[in-house]
Structures are given as C-alpha cells and as structure tokens.
C-alpha cells in the first residue's frame, strides 16, 4: 500500500484486493531452456536482471523494495504486493489501482528473450473491488479485463464465482493446446478470442500429507478477509515519527513475531520478508523450503477502518490429516486457523485451486476428492469455536461451490462472522 494512504489520511480510500497474474512459459523448471546446463538454477525467467523487472514495473505502477533469492524461486516484496519468479512461472500479485495487466506484453518480451516464446498457461484472478470506480484502465469492469487478456490468449475462459451482489471471485484461465476443451457447469460463461497460447494457474490444496513430490502438484490456497478486528487493524498502524530507530523492515518484523506471523510455517524452513508502511498497513513474503522444492505465502494487510482487509495466499501443499509434530508443515484446518486468528475478519472468502492429478490421487488414496476435503476442512476450522479446537471465533458458511475445470480444480466457501 502506498505510504500516503493511511487511517488518518483524507486521500482515496486504499484497494485491497489484489490482481493476480500468473503465467507459466513450460510445465516446469526442466522444461524450459538451458535447464541441463545451469547449476544454480538461474536459468529462464530467473536469469533476467532485476533492472528489468524494475522497468516491467514502472508500467504495472508499483516497485520493488526488496528481494529473496532462493534456489529455486525469487520472492521480489513489492510497494503494493509481490512478484514471484521461477525458470519457468511468474506470479505478479499487486494491489491498489495498479495496472497489473498493462505489464503483460512487457513480460512476454521479456519471456521470449529468454527463449521462451509461448505462454503454456495463464491464470487471472481477483476478488470483487469495494472501489472499482477508482480503478484505472481495463481494471474498472471485468469485461474490459477479460476481453484485454483475449487479446492475448487464443483458448481463454472466463468465470465469476460466487454471489454477484455480495463477495464473489473472478477468474480467467488458458489451457495447454494439448487440453482437452473445458466442460465446466452451465453457470460458467466461456469467452474466447486471440493470439498466443496460455500459462498454468494455481490454487489448489493437495490433500496428501507432504511428500517428496508434493509441489509436482500444482495447488493454491487464498483466504481473503475483510472487516478485521479493530485489534488486529491497530497491530498495523504505524504513524510517521513513532520510531526513527526502527526501519521499516524491522518494525514489520517485530509484528509478525508478536502476532505470531513467523510461526504460520515453521521458522526452521521459512525466509521471511517483510516491509510496514507509513502510516499503516503491512506486506509480507514467505519462502518455505519443504520435501520437493520451495514454495511461497504472502500476506497483504490493509488496516483502515471501512474497507480493513488482509489475504493470505500459498502454493505449499497442505494435508487434510493433522501433522503428527508442532514443527512439521501445517495441515489445511491449522493453517486456516493459524491465518484467521490473527486477523479476526468479519467476513471471509476461501478459494483452493488444484491440479487434477491431485484429485485423482487424494480419490484414489482417501476415498474422495481433494476439493470436498477442503470443503470439509473450511467448515472444521471455522464454525466451532473454543480453546480445544484453536478457534477464536466462530462462523456460518454463506457459500460454497465446487468447480471442474478439467485439468484443475476449484474449492470456493464463503464464511462471515457469527453474532
């Protein structure tokens, strides 16, 4: 969030929800060129300069303000969101009136100077706006968003998910040419239009335990949460001249470690990067080493009152089963427990997107599909209350839809605050 805007400031109220961006320029790190002949990793989109992602961002309108480099993966903290960069996927997450979309077709120069001349997949998502008027550019209307990213992708879908005339979802997809044609429900609205072919998406929940293939599965968990607890809101407030000791890297540390942010995932296996914002609000990227590779989560926190919002989003894949140690990965219903109580929201939306080979599994293993394990899961986190089940608060489900699109899979719910 920009310094300027704050509790106390008479500017524009802030946008919280995001923009997600992802493309995917090969199924994975090996596929993409020069894979065999790196030994660091830096090869594909990770090879570029961070001068030109600098420039690419100067379109989006956002910056960067730090980066984590990891074996694997870069986790670049930007002024409004995250930028995440594998050998072969990008994830461009930016709040505000950014305009996420208009970095595109630098990002695809970019991607073909790496000889990476096709998108395998792409996946746009966001959640409904409270001040879509302030928004600029294709940003204003879905429609306009959708029919910029047709201009793009010659295979794109298009979905709304949800209650219109409440929170809802909404998601644009490509898929590989070797896809089979999505047969989604008949509430879906499939647009179609132009030139390149699509990247991968995630959000999805691999409901094994952790094993050594775990992020072969492509899964993403968000939870996106508004109507904060005012003790929570009063956590991010940070006005001008309260600490000139303190930078605001260390300030965003010290709130994580008191709220128990820094414990989400265990320590041991997470680089966090944090940055708190004058006068308010607060961003933060995790890179989690796990059996398999290293994934990410990212928290983005919007403190004023009246439109207070906090996300949280990870692709680390989460076990229905609760782990057998404290210090292990977390399972799905810890998670979202650890995440709410935090923030205590008066509303929140829950979306896990996962690849399909992960459903067939967790059917094949546990009897049933990972999507109806995390509709269960949503509910036992979150509508009883009490010490013995970690629970703050307690809430009523509002919503929830389960969505095939084919290779991927989609888990929605709605929840809000029971009186």
């Known amino acids: 969030m920009e310094a300027t805007t704050g509790v106390f400031s008479s500017s524009p109220p802030f946008e919280g929800p995001e923009k997600l961006l992802e493309l995917w320029f090969a199924p994975s790190p090996a596929d993409v060129p020069g894979a065999s002949a790196t030994i660091d990793g830096r090869h594909g989109l990770r090879g570029v300069n961070r001068s030109v992602w600098e420039d690419m961002l100067k379109m989006v309108k956002c910056q960067i303000l730090s980066v984590v480099e990891g074996s694997e993966m870069d986790a670049y903290l930007l002024s409004e969101s995250s930028l995440f960069v594998s050998p072969h996927r990008l994830i461009l997450k930016t709040c505000g009136t950014t305009l996420n979309l208009m970095g595109l077709p630098r990002i695809l120069e970019i991607a073909r100077e790496q000889k990476l001349p096709t998108v395998w997949r792409c996946f746009y998502s966001r959640k409904s706006f409270f001040f879509p008027e302030l928004q600029n550019g294709p940003h204003r209307e879905w429609r306009d968003e959708v029919e910029y990213l047709d201009g793009y992708f010659q295979n794109g879908a298009a979905y709304s998910v949800g209650k219109m005339n409440g929170d809802h979802w909404l998601l644009y997809i490509?898929?590989?040419?070797?896809?089979?044609?999505?047969?989604?429900?008949?509430?879906?609205?499939?647009?179609?239009?132009?030139?390149?072919?699509?990247?991968?998406?995630?959000?999805?929940?691999?409901?094994?335990?952790?094993?050594?293939?775990?992020?072969?599965?492509?899964?993403?968990?968000?939870?996106?949460?508004?109507?904060?607890?005012?003790?929570?809101?009063?956590?991010?407030?940070?006005?001008?001249?309260?600490?000139?000791?303190?930078?605001?890297?260390?300030?965003?540390?010290?709130?994580?470690?008191?709220?128990?942010?820094?414990d989400i995932f265990p320590p041991d296996l997470t680089t966090l990067n944090s940055y708190a914002f004058t006068p308010c609000g607060q961003r933060i990227d995790g890179r989690d080493t796990v059996p398999g590779g290293e994934g990410y989560y990212t928290i983005h926190v919007t403190p004023e009152e009246g439109w207070s919002y906090a996300s949280f989003e990870s692709n680390v894949p989460l076990s229905p089963v609760p782990a057998p140690r404290s210090r292990d990965i977390p399972d799905l219903v810890t998670l979202m427990r650890r995440v709410v109580n935090i923030f205590r929201p008066a509303r929140l939306t829950l979306t896990l997107f996962i690849s399909s080979e992960g459903n067939d599994e967790t059917e094949e293993e546990v009897g049933e599909r990972a999507v109806d394990a995390a509709q269960r899961a949503f509910k036992a986190a979150l509508t009883s209350r009490g010490e013995e089940d970690g629970q703050a608060d307690a809430y009523k489900r509002t919503d929830k839809i389960n969505y095939d699109f084919g290779d991927y899979d989609l888990a929605f719910a709605s929840f809000e605050l029971t009186t």
Not at 197 to 226: C, F, K, Y
């Open 174 to 262: 490509t898929r590989p040419p070797e896809c089979t044609p999505n047969t989604p429900p008949p509430v879906n609205r499939p647009l179609v239009c132009a030139q390149t072919t699509g990247v991968n998406t995630h959000r999805t929940l691999d409901a094994r335990p952790v094993t050594p293939n775990a992020l072969d599965i492509d899964s993403t968990i968000e939870i996106l949460m508004t109507g904060l607890s005012p003790t929570a809101r009063s956590a991010f407030d940070f006005p001008g001249g309260s600490d000139i000791t303190s930078t605001p890297f260390d300030k965003a540390l010290e709130v994580s470690s008191r709220l128990q942010i820094t």
